[in-house]
């Protein structure tokens, strides 16, 4: 079995855990897609796959949060935890101003 490319933790937290396999999370439709890599996030602007087939193509992984895999419905803040021991805090409903995009927090070990 091949392992994931990331962890869900708690309520709202994404671990990222694959250097090789960028996170696309997706939280609805009204929301910018971000494009989580090893060393941070961006807002994506590309195609976003439709299905795991085309987002494996990608070296990607599509991350609904609001599928029943994942967290079950839509989340107004979020936490991302990238492969550099940053944590981010992305709050929706700041979306369009500096503060979508945050460093919560920063580990180093």
């Known amino acids: ?17 694959q250097r090789k396999v960028d996170l696309l999370v ?21 195609k976003v796959p ?6 494996k193509r990608m070296d990607v992984a599509k991350v609904d ?12 803040l979020l936490f991302v935890q990238t492969l550099n021991n940053k944590e981010y805090k992305v709050d929706y409903s700041k979306k369009g101003s500096d503060y979508f995009i945050t460093v ?3 580990s180093t070990f």
């Open 104 to 106: 919560h927090q920063e």
């Open 50 to 55: 439709e299905n795991k087939l085309e987002a």
């Open 26 to 46: 997706v939280n609805s439709r009204q929301d910018p897609v971000l494009l989580v890599v090893h060393n941070g996030i961006e807002i994506y602007t590309g």
């Open 65 to 76: 949060i609001s599928s029943p895999e994942n967290f079950g419905d839509y989340r107004s």
């Open 1 to 17: 079995m091949k392992e994931a490319a990331y962890l869900l933790s708690g309520r709202n937290t994404i671990i990222h855990k």
